[in-house]
């Protein structure tokens, strides 16, 4: 099993940055993808970013391309989302995501989920 715990959450105004982590523990070396998705209040949980464990494969929504960025740090078995111009339509609890298969980037069904962490842009 897989355990992921999500932080960096937090209020900001808008235009501001958050950077998010997620770090991953158990049974790590079967981790092949990691993602970041998010969810509003009375909304369905929608796609941010997708990135592979191996070599680096990212996909990203059109809502956030060219203002969030999201990396790993394979030695902390880590992945982030750094968040720029933030905008009030981005808040919503953001959830971290693995799998252990590649295609799960570009299909986005993750096995494994975090809690979550509210990230909340005032205007």
């Known amino acids: 099993q897989v355990q992921l715990v999500e932080s960096g959450g937090g209020l900001v105004q808008a235009g501001g940055s958050l950077r998010l982590s997620c770090a991953a523990s158990?049974?790590?070396?079967?981790?092949?993808?990691m993602g970041w998705f998010r969810q509003a209040p009375g909304k369905e949980r929608e796609f941010v970013t997708a990135i592979s464990w191996g070599r680096t494969i990212i996909y990203y929504a059109d809502s956030v391309k060219g203002r969030f960025t999201v990396s790993r740090d394979n030695a902390k078995n880590t992945v982030y989302l750094e968040m720029n111009s933030l905008k009030p339509e981005d808040t919503a609890v953001y959830y971290c995501a693995a799998d252990g298969n590649t295609a799960a980037i570009r299909n986005g069904e993750f096995s494994f989920w975090g809690r979550g962490t509210q990230v909340t842009v005032s205007s």
């Open positions: 158990g049974s790590i070396f079967s981790i092949n993808a």
